[in-house]
């Protein structure tokens, strides 16, 4: 079974540019997640999606991120414009439900974003 | 609000040293506990979890005891390889919320042969 795919895996940009990530979840996973991972700290979810819908994204700074995830499945999260503290590694994450005890969170590799 | 706190790493021990990586937490309702370990290059593995107080997760040689009375829930392996070189991550979630984990920072192992 194919995992959770992201890309890129890397990227640096200039503060003040736009960045845009991509995910692929494992086929048949109803829920996604996309958390933040600064340096040295544990991820921070910052959107959960159920299909295509927004469970919670109360800890995404829509002023600057935005996420969508078109017809349930693939998604994007997008940062316009780029601020230093935005460096960080950002997770893509996939549950076959989501809301329950029992369920596991299957995560991609990260993309690994550094602003200059 | 809920929190984990984890011990600062890294850790470094020698193969076949045996393995102790502190975690307590704190929480509000009846947390389930888990411990993700995250191999350089990869995405966060779930390990092992335990869903109730007494509990004992274990996985690929891991151990950790849900121990309500001390808030905490150590990890163990009696004996690391170097292929465990890794982050580790403790986390918990609250029952009747979303289950969104939340994570402590992560202690570093590194296992020299």
């Known amino acids: 079974e194919a995992g959770v795919a992201q890309s890129p895996r890397y990227k640096i940009i200039e503060k003040r540019q736009s960045v845009a990530f991509w995910c692929n979840p494992i086929s048949g996973h109803a829920t996604l997640y996309w958390y933040q991972q600064i340096l040295g700290q544990g991820p921070k979810l910052l959107i959960q999606?159920?299909?295509?819908?927004?469970?919670?994204d109360s800890q995404l700074p829509k002023d600057r991120f935005s996420a969508e995830r078109l017809k349930g499945v693939d998604s994007t999260l997008k940062i316009q414009p780029a601020k230093l503290e935005d460096s960080a590694v950002y997770l893509c994450?996939?549950?076959?439900?989501?809301?329950?005890?029992?369920?596991?969170?299957?995560f991609g590799p990260g993309t690994r974003l550094t602003v200059l | 609000g809920d929190s984990v706190t984890q011990m600062e790493g890294p850790v470094t021990l020698s193969e076949e040293a045996f393995l102790t990586i502190n975690c307590t937490y704190t929480a509000t309702g009846y947390p389930s506990l888990f411990w993700y370990v995250q191999y350089p290059g990869e995405g966060l593995q779930l390990l092992l979890k335990?869903?109730?107080?007494?509990d004992k997760g274990s996985n690929k040689g891991f151990e950790a005891t849900y121990r309500k009375e001390t808030t905490s829930f150590h990890l163990e392996k009696g004996s690391v390889q170097v292929s465990d070189s890794a982050v580790y991550f403790c986390?918990?979630?609250?029952?009747?919320?979303?289950?969104?984990?939340?994570f402590g920072r992560g202690t570093s192992l590194i296992v020299h042969p």
């Open positions: 986390a918990l979630t609250l029952s009747g919320g979303s289950y969104i984990p939340t």
């Open positions: 999606f159920q299909n295509n819908g927004v469970v919670d």
């Open positions: 335990a869903t109730k107080a007494d």
């Open positions: 994450a996939s549950s076959l439900v989501g809301g329950a005890s029992t369920d596991t969170q299957y």
